[in-house]
């Protein structure tokens, strides 16, 4: 899929810079929304860990973790940072079975085109146990392409709905814009949803 590794080739070449930019960036109250839905020392997976910033944080709450990304550098230096190792793999192979109590999915999906978002989103679906939630969140608007260098999938409420209704087993459970969280980026916007297991 040439527009996944466009994607992949930019992390790669950008990963310190990333790491930088986004390590210390505040998800505290995102995070929280996704943890309500969870028991204490829940098992979670960080789908697209980036930096390990949100790995990290959810393991020093107490919670067992595991962590992926597709690229290998990032990989790397979130292995670092969050004290743990975090599996270099691509989206599209991952194949868990009912295992993870929550899967955090932010800002990673949106890279992916929507026919292999789907696709993988049921695959998340079914590596959720039952009555497991997933948090994903994408730019908000309906631009899909190539935009700075990576492909982007945006998201708004119809294009949420459309999706869970498309992956079978996976019913929404709240969905709500916010504004972007880093530095700097005065309206752009996000989309947010919660997805549960039925």
């Not at 996944?4 to 960036?25: C, I, Q």
């Not at 459309?162 to 087993?169: H, I, T």
Request: contains cysteine.
């Amino acid at each position: 899929m040439r527009c996944l590794m466009k994607t992949l080739d930019y992390y790669e070449s950008n990963a310190k810079e990333y790491f930088k930019k986004t390590v210390n960036v505040n998800f505290a109250e995102t995070r929280a929304a996704f943890l309500d839905n969870l028991e204490d020392g829940a098992y979670i997976l960080d789908f697209g860990c980036g930096s390990g910033r949100d790995a990290k944080a959810f393991k020093d709450a107490g919670y067992r973790v595991d962590a992926l990304d597709g690229s290998a550098e990032l990989c790397r230096l979130a292995s670092d940072y969050a004290k743990m190792e975090v599996k270099h793999m691509r989206f599209t192979d991952f194949h868990e079975k009912e295992t993870y109590d929550g899967i955090w999915a932010c800002a990673s999906l949106l890279h992916l085109p929507y026919d292999a978002l789907k696709e993988v989103v049921g695959r998340l679906c079914a590596g959720l146990k039952e009555n497991g939630i997933l948090y994903a969140s994408f730019k908000y608007g309906n631009f899909e392409g190539v935009r700075d260098g990576r492909y982007y999938t945006d998201f708004n409420e119809e294009k949420t709905e459309r999706l869970l209704r498309e992956v079978p087993g996976l019913q929404l459970e709240k969905q709500w814009v916010s504004m972007d969280a880093l530095p700097g980026r005065d309206g752009v916007r996000w989309m947010n949803f919660l997805g549960r297991k039925r």
